[in-house]
């Protein structure tokens, strides 16, 4: 809880930030900000990390649309034996199929408020399943709400809460959309957008929390229920709960307005890398950008291995760059002269807890041991002893993601 809304804080500063660098010198971009911070490599750089960033949320969209679908059908309808390809959760099929109907009709639309009737359904979608997780809690049937919370404190670690930062991270990144809304807004001033920040931060500490928490309340003594799951409460067995699918056919609805706005950021980082003296594309040069950074995404989606690899690696590496580093050096440039000591100091100790994390989280995970090379050495007892180490494991890295 602590984590969430101190990620929410610390995004609210970094996305204000944007918005007083981007009002000092009347540039609406990260790109723009970047040539203006230090010249032409430096933009060549946050080009590279904004277009890997916002192409690896539509990724991770994906696998999410494709994993609640077919989970959909298999719950909602139980009795028709549909085709594997329907309700494989890491298949393709309904990746394709969103990625054709829906995520290239609407991010073919070049301005972000024609898709707020879709964000306002959204919403609205995401309140409903956090209402049905929070009232499945007190359900019986689906779990034994009578955990004792004192030895469940006892068990957090250090380790879980710093394997969690990468998601709390991968939560907070709107920075790709925040200058391109702001500067659509009808009535734009600072005052008017850091109003709308501090809502959109609380709204989204309050619904992580909500749910994070009762989650956490319905299978705290019951982690093997979320083996199969990486640790996404909402593919668990809820006892074939109705309300719990039609939650999550909601939510599912609720991605569609989410991938145009990761796409679009993506599709614009890549037309700046191609023609970075083009400033606005013709329409067939942007069907045919959007529709190639759709297709590498589903096909990204289908090779990798879950939705956990995508939200680790981009809330560990290209998340705090973007959202933490970037956002600090543009307002350090823009307001270099009128800086006081302590905006420098907290800006400089951002910076520096974000290059800390970054190098943290590659040291870690690149220096794991590969399970192919230990599968090529054990025998069948070290392969039972693997095994069962393995099931603890995920067990205690499950309730550390819920």
């Known amino acids: 809880m602590v984590q ?77 034996d549909f085709p594997d390809y329907l309700i494989d959760v890491n298949g393709y099929f309904w990746q394709v199929v969103i990625a054709v109907a829906v995520a290239l009709p609407l991010s073919l639309k070049r301005r972000i408020t024609s898709l707020i009737i879709w964000c306002l359904i959204g919403f609205g979608c995401i ?20 955990i004792n919370l004192r030895d469940h404190l006892n068990d957090l670690r250090f380790g879980g809460i710093y394997q969690t930062l990468s998601t709390c991270i991968y939560a907070y990144t709107c920075h790709p959309n925040v200058l391109d809304a702001y500067y659509e807004l009808e009535r734009r001033s600072k005052k008017r957008m850091s109003k709308i920040l501090i809502l959109l931060m609380l709204i989204c500490a309050c619904l992580y929390s909500v749910c994070g928490a009762f989650g956490y309340f319905t299978f705290a003594d019951h982690p093997e229920q979320l083996i199969n799951t990486s640790g996404n409460i909402l593919l668990a067995d809820y006892k074939g ?27 614009d980082g890549l037309l700046d890398i191609i023609s970075p003296s083009e400033k606005q594309d013709s329409f067939p040069k942007h069907f045919i950008l959007t529709a190639i950074v759709i297709s590498t ?11 956990s ?8 590496t290209l998340g705090p760059l973007l959202c933490l580093v970037f956002p600090v050096i543009f307002y350090m440039r823009t307001h270099k002269t009128s800086m006081k000591k302590i905006e420098k100091l907290l800006l400089f100790l951002i910076m520096t807890v974000a290059f800390v994390f970054v190098s943290l989280f590659v ?40």
């Open 4 to 80: 969430i809304f101190g990620c929410a804080i610390l995004g609210y500063v970094t996305t204000y930030l944007l918005v007083c660098s981007a009002e000092k010198i009347q540039k609406f971009n990260y790109f723009e900000l970047a040539y203006f911070s230090f010249g032409g490599p430096f933009r060549l750089m946050v080009k590279i990390v904004f277009f890997l960033c916002s192409w690896s949320y539509g990724v991770s969209y994906f696998i999410l649309i494709n994993g609640y679908i077919a989970t959909s059908l298999r719950t909602l309808i139980p009795n028709v």
């Open 127 to 146: 309140i409903f399943i956090m209402i049905t997780i929070t009232a499945k809690a007190f359900d019986t049937k689906v779990c034994d709400i009578g």
């Open 241 to 267: 709960s109705l309300l719990v699918q039609l939650g999550i056919v909601f939510l599912t609805i609720s991605l569609f307005p989410a991938l145009p706005l990761c796409i679009k950021p993506a599709k």
């Open 297 to 307: 995404q589903v096909l990204c989606a289908y090779a990798v291995a879950g939705i």
């Open 309 to 316: 690899d995508v939200i680790n690696w981009v809330g560990g």
């Open 363 to 402: 040291l870690t995970t690149t220096n794991t041991v590969s399970y192919t090379h230990l599968r090529a050495h054990e025998t069948g007892r070290n392969l039972v002893c693997r095994l069962l180490l393995e099931k603890k494991k995920n067990t205690n890295m499950i309730m550390d993601s819920i």
